[in-house]
């Protein structure tokens, strides 16, 4: 079955590092590959996508390009902000039958000042 | 506006009782899902309804019974609550059923916690 694979948390970094998350997937076919952010005691957001092989998706300075050979959409921010500190799920949404996302366990970001 | 909304944020329970969450959405999407969150942030599916048709029923406990009066509604009823179903659950929408393509949109979640 399909599954997602990130890499564990907490990440901790201090304000303007770079980022970087890794996203590993498994699936049949070419699933659609998103990022969501959850910021402490909120619900989920839609934080960008990629719907097909080497598309790169982007938003709020995060960006994650979907590789098909290593199977792979990993996140990346050039400089962090403090307000980016939340959880970040990797999810994929299969190529066939119904949809459901499937997500990765969560990578907790900490950016201190 | 909001998007996705749900009731209530909180909900605090005996085991055995029964319990309702509702979820109701805005966008004119015809899927609806709901999914849980457990302690340590892990997210599943649990149920999806097109069109107030279920499409998607993921091994869940026949304690758990969603219903969906309307596409518009989801709501989650929850028979016999144990101590294990306590967690975070996460109502969501897209506006397709299959293809892989559709962003899905989630409420804010609803904490339920069993004592």
């Known amino acids: 079955g399909n599954s997602v694979t990130q890499m564990e948390g907490p990440v901790t970094l201090s304000e303007e590092a770079f980022l970087t998350i890794n996203c590993t997937y498994t699936?049949?076919?070419?699933?659609?590959l998103f990022w969501y952010v959850q910021y402490p005691g909120e619900g989920l957001q839609l934080l960008l996508k990629?719907?097909?092989?080497?598309d790169k998706g982007s938003n709020k300075g995060f960006e994650a390009t979907y590789r098909k050979e290593t199977t792979s959409f990993h996140l990346e921010k050039g400089s962090v902000q403090v307000s980016d500190s939340a959880v970040y799920f990797c999810?994929?949404?299969?190529?066939?039958?119904?949809?459901?996302?499937?997500f990765g366990t969560g990578t907790r970001l900490l950016v201190s000042p | 506006d909001t998007a996705v909304s749900q009731t209530p944020k909180y909900l605090v329970t005996q085991m055995g009782n029964d319990k309702s969450i509702k979820c109701e959405q805005n966008?004119?999407?015809?899927?609806m899902y709901w999914y849980k969150q457990d302690s340590k942030k892990f997210l599943k599916i649990m149920f999806s309804?097109?069109?107030?048709?279920?499409?998607i029923n993921e091994t869940v406990p026949n304690r758990f019974s969603p219903k969906s009066p309307d596409k518009a509604h989801l709501n989650l009823h929850i028979n016999s609550l144990e101590l294990g179903d306590s967690a975070v659950y996460f109502c969501?929408?897209?506006?397709?059923?299959?293809?892989?393509?559709?962003?899905?949109?989630f409420g804010p979640g609803t904490r339920l916690t069993v004592l």
């Open positions: 969501a929408s897209s506006q397709g059923t299959s293809g892989s393509t559709d962003t899905q949109y």
């Open positions: 966008l004119g999407h015809d899927t």
């Open positions: 990629a719907t097909k092989a080497d």
């Open positions: 999810a994929l949404n299969g190529a066939t039958g119904f949809q459901k996302l499937v």
């Open positions: 309804y097109n069109n107030k048709e279920l499409i």
């Open positions: 699936a049949t076919g070419y699933p659609s």
